[in-house]
């Protein structure tokens, strides 16, 4: 992740960091003490040293998060998970020892944090088996760094956090699973049960954007925003975000958008 999304520009000074491949000690430990009302607690997992350094960066560029630790593969990232209990795990895929999906389903199973993918790879066996595992997000490295705050903001009030560039394939997912039940209108027509504001953040929904790059784009606030998105999944029927842009496509596809 029809209107600004996550997939802007690259600024090549933040790709510079995030792409260099330069190789890091094994784990940087933080502090396991959380301060109630604090910032949220932060733990890096990525093979790679300088992506890490970009990854704190963008994460301390906001006072509200504090980077607790960095670990360079998934077995370090458990075990770092279990003694520090980070509020929320920013996770890498593909990395030795213990790759990113298997870590963030131990992660998860074991109530140790939230899990948020950021990744280059959108490859569906990484974005499935992740989302299959638990996490909570699913963010590519071309993300802006306010996107990637915005997701963690969104990830850590409850909500899960898709890129755009791979809702598509989610949805597509979804139909392809019922063959013999092709997409057709909506049980309920979203045009006759919401308002019109409602209607703009269906829409967005089904472009896969957070809470807080909807606010952005549709000129709201985020809190406003996820009243709407609320308002939105209870008239509408559904449990999910991914079931609203699910209804979303079967709305507007087609429709001048």
């Known amino acids: 992740m029809t209107g600004p999304d996550i997939r802007h520009p690259r ?31 932060v733990l890096l997992v ?20 504090l980077v607790v630790g960095e670990a360079e593969n998934g077995a370090v990232a458990v075990g770092m998970a279990r003694a520090l209990r980070p509020d929320i795990v ?26 948020m993918v950021l990744t280059t790879f959108d490859h569906d066996e990484y974005l499935f088996g992740a989302l299959r595992a638990g996490a909570q997000g699913f ?13 963690l903001r969104s990830v850590m009030s409850g909500d899960q956090v898709v ?3 791979v809702t598509a394939k989610l949805v597509n997912a979804a139909l392809d699973s019922r063959p013999d039940q092709p997409a ?16 703009q953040v269906l829409r967005e929904l089904g472009n896969g954007l957070s809470n ?25 029927g559904v449990t999910s975000r991914l079931q609203a842009a ?11 958008r």
């Open 11 to 41: 600024d090549p000074q933040v790709e510079s960091i995030l792409f260099d491949h330069a190789k890091g000690p094994e784990m940087t430990l933080g502090t396991p003490e959380h301060t109630a009302g604090g910032p949220t607690r």
């Open 46 to 65: 990525d093979d790679h040293a300088a992506i890490r350094l970009g990854m704190r960066m963008v994460v301390e560029s906001d006072t509200g998060f």
């Open 90 to 115: 920013l996770m890498d895929l593909r990395m030795p020892v213990l790759d990113g999906v298997a870590a963030t389903e131990q992660i998860v199973a074991q109530g140790l944090s939230k899990v």
């Open 139 to 151: 963010l590519l490295k071309t993300a802006t760094p306010q996107s990637i705050i915005g997701a």
């Open 163 to 165: 890129a755009p560039e």
């Open 184 to 199: 057709g209108p909506p049980r309920i027509d979203p045009r006759e049960v919401l308002t019109e504001r409602e209607l």
């Open 212 to 236: 807080y790059t909807m606010g952005r784009t549709l000129g709201i606030g985020e809190t406003t925003v996820k009243t709407h998105v609320s308002r939105v999944i209870g008239k509408l």
């Open 246 to 256: 699910l209804v979303a496509h079967a709305t507007f596809t087609g429709l001048d």
